[in-house]
């Protein structure tokens, strides 16, 4: 099937409300044109020099979005015009984004990452340690992040339960957190080609699909 039709495709499935990612890393600009051209306007890339590349050839109009692991030293290549980084997993990494968003005069909207899987790779906060500095003054004096919600990543499973346990945390995580940010905090990320429908079920509001729009991925290129 055509990148345009498994758009259509993915998009039927979606709940009202629930926004699409299209996980473009590794692809090439002609398949993230193709997307555009079936009016995907959102799309999600993990490597900040990648994602610079992409963003100065294709039509501004696009909003990109962050989801891989981010290195502070690499922040500089997307603070100007990145749309949301979802990946926010550290205070380090609050604390550049800070200065790298004050640098370019940008408020930039972040997810924080809650490491609910159970794999030990995989990146994110340990849930007390956030709620922690969530709670802290330090935490309060970044005028240039705008916190918008929560993203995680289900553990790599054929187990549906577990799976279903998983999302169910960052769900629970969201709401937990979301009376101390109030209206603007309204963001649940979470689902991936193999498991957003169940991922939307357990209430996330926005998908990062990749594989199932774009094909298998060659990270060798
Ligand atoms: C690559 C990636 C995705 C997309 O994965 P698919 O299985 O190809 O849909 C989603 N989220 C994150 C954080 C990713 O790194």
Redo the contacts with the bound molecule.
């Keep these: 099937m055509s990148i345009a039709k498994q758009i259509e495709a993915v998009r039927a499935t979606l709940r009202e409300g629930v926004e699409l990612?299209a996980?473009s890393?590794t692809h090439p600009v002609e398949a993230i044109e193709e997307a555009y051209a079936a009016g995907q306007r959102c799309f999600?890339e993990?490597r900040p020099q990648e994602l610079k590349a992409k963003y100065e050839v294709l039509p501004k109009d696009i909003r990109w979005h962050m989801?891989?692991h981010l290195q502070t030293n690499k922040i500089k290549y997307i603070a100007p015009f990145v749309a949301m980084i979802?990946?926010v997993d550290s205070v380090r990494l609050c604390e550049a984004i800070e200065r790298e968003a004050a640098k370019c005069d940008r408020t930039i909207d972040c997810l924080l990452e809650i490491h609910v899987a159970q794999e030990e790779t995989k990146t994110g906060w340990n849930y007390d340690e956030l709620t922690a500095y969530v709670a802290s003054d330090a935490f309060r004096a970044l005028p240039h992040l705008r916190v918008r919600g929560v993203?995680g990543?289900a553990s790599n499973t054929e187990d549906e339960a577990l799976i279903r346990r998983d999302f169910m945390a960052l769900r629970a995580a969201f709401e937990a957190l979301k009376p101390a940010f109030g209206e603007r905090f309204d963001t649940l990320s979470m689902g991936?080609?193999?498991d957003?429908p169940m991922a939307i079920e357990c209430g996330s509001t926005s998908v990062?699909?990749?594989?199932?729009?774009?094909g298998a991925?060659d990270y060798a290129k």
């Design positions: 990612v996980v890393k999600g993990s989801i891989g979802e990946s993203m990543i991936m080609s193999d957003y990062r699909v990749g594989s199932l729009i774009f991925r």
